[in-house]
């Protein structure tokens, strides 16, 4: 069932939860965090500076004083510090009731490389959540109705990236093109969701996996977009940060949600509007595919999926 106008009213309180978001001193990341601590979450933001993300607290602050705001450095782009991140994490924390996986990285003009030799975009906005949302399965299990929210993107079914898994070229070693390589990470996003859900269920385990998108949003990501996208596109289309960041809070937040469920605008081609439940693109509800990135991306990031 759809609910019309779902908006941060709509968010029962957060007292007493444990939420981890990533990417969360920018953006979408930065507005989700501000709703999910006014409504009473301790919010672990993860940042890759740590400077930047003291800045984003302050501007919480600001109107919350009393948010329970606790910083974290992380970088997705290198295996190494998401190992050291969830070391450290463990050692802090014996429970996690919300794992939002919402850092991403679009369309760098040129082919960048992770720390690990993977193309940019795949490695960090996919492959780095994926192990980091493996490392911390059980923390997830632990904690009494947990849940995992993930960002993906419309432009995973959108033409212009023509949407799939390039199995034969992941990193685009041979030929890169920014926008396929963004369109590739983000259908990975949906294609892990789906899997992790299907897995859980198959093993009684009761951790809830959502996802959602922004529709076309505003915010920092689209700085490498091009004139047009930047000037035309997000002025005219881009919605403010407060609407653009509803559908990954429904994803994480609304009780009602179940596992497998994507939340996303729906108005003008699913760029702008209140989130409802969407469906993703046909190809990204393909079982054979989500199984062959998943068993490609436990062999890349050496992590085994503990799920008893
Ligand atoms: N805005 C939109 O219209 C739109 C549309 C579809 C999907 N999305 C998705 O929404 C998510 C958030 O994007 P946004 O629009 O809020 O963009 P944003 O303002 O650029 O925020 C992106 C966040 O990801 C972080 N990040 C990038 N690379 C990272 C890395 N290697 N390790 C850790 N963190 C890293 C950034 O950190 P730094 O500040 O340090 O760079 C920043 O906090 C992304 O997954 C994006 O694909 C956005």
Not at 155 to 172: C, V
């Amino acid at each position: 069932m759809t609910t019309k106008n779902w908006t941060t009213d709509n968010i029962p309180s957060q007292q007493g939860k444990t939420i981890l978001i990533t990417g969360a001193n920018s953006g979408l990341g930065l507005e989700a965090t501000k709703v999910l601590s006014s409504k009473g979450a301790h919010v672990i933001m993860t940042v890759r500076n740590l400077e930047s993300g003291k800045e984003a607290i302050s501007k919480i602050k600001k109107d919350n004083p009393n948010a329970k705001l606790e910083l974290m450095q992380l970088d997705l782009s290198d295996f190494s510090s998401i190992h050291k991140f969830s070391d450290e994490f463990h050692r802090k924390h014996k429970r996690l009731d919300v794992f939002i996986n919402n850092a991403g990285v679009m369309t760098p003009p040129k082919r960048e490389l992770t720390k690990q030799n993977f193309e940019i975009q795949f490695g960090t906005n996919h492959l780095g959540h994926f192990l980091l949302t493996g490392l911390l399965l059980d923390v997830l299990k632990k904690t009494p109705n947990s849940r995992i929210a993930i960002q993906s993107s419309v432009l995973h079914k959108m033409e212009m990236g023509k949407p799939d898994i390039y199995f034969d070229d992941l990193n685009f070693d041979k030929q890169y093109n920014k926008d396929v390589a963004y369109a590739q990470s983000k259908l990975a996003n949906l294609f892990f969701a789906y899997e992790l859900d299907r897995k859980l269920k198959a093993n009684n385990t009761a951790i809830t996996v959502t996802a959602a998108h922004p529709g076309w949003t505003k915010t920092n990501l689209q700085r490498h977009a091009g004139f047009f996208m930047q000037s035309i596109m997000d002025n005219i289309i881009g919605q403010r940060v407060e609407i653009g960041a509803l559908p990954i809070l429904r994803a994480a937040t609304d009780t009602g949600a179940k596992g497998g469920e994507y939340f996303g605008p729906t108005r003008w081609k699913e760029l702008r509007g209140y989130p409802q439940l969407v469906k993703s693109s046909d190809k990204s509800y393909d079982k054979q595919i989500a199984r062959k990135l998943w068993e490609v991306s436990e062999k890349l990031t050496s992590i085994k999926y503990n799920f008893n």
